[in-house]
């Protein structure tokens, strides 16, 4: 059998009182989800891998988050690659937050975390001002 990778986490928007600035960014950041290619014509990341609550009060109370998993063959030797479009993909959002869990069969488990120093994040504000931690546990294998 060969070496599995899963990757997961989730995207966060920042609150507001200004519902129709609310509306406004939720739209935006689903229409750029919508807008990932689709199926197998993406080597890291896709639309199907995305998902958010979509109705107010139904997992959506203030804030969006925008959920995401995906299993690879071994991602962790191309985790470059995938952290650079995870981050071309957060260019494009609104967001206030992100977290990625890696977890490998070799390596254990790794956190990823990602704050805008502003506490928030518009599409196109150039570049990501963000910090980023890593976090190792022990491996998964026994």
Known sequence: ????????????DWPTDNP???RQRRDTNRQVLQNLPAGGDW???GRDMFSCCEQQGLGLYQ???IHFGASYQAIEYEWKLWVQEFEALLKRLYWG?????LETELNGMHTFRWESEQGFHSPNEGELLLRCSWEREGSLRG
């Not at 937050?97 to 869990?101: F, I, N």
């Open 20 to 22: 129709e600035f609310r």
């Open 1 to 12: 059998m060969e070496i599995e990778s899963i990757v997961y986490g989730c995207i966060r």
């Open 43 to 45: 080597p890291f990341i």
């Open 97 to 101: 937050s992100a977290v990625v869990h």
């Open 63 to 65: 804030t969006q988050v």
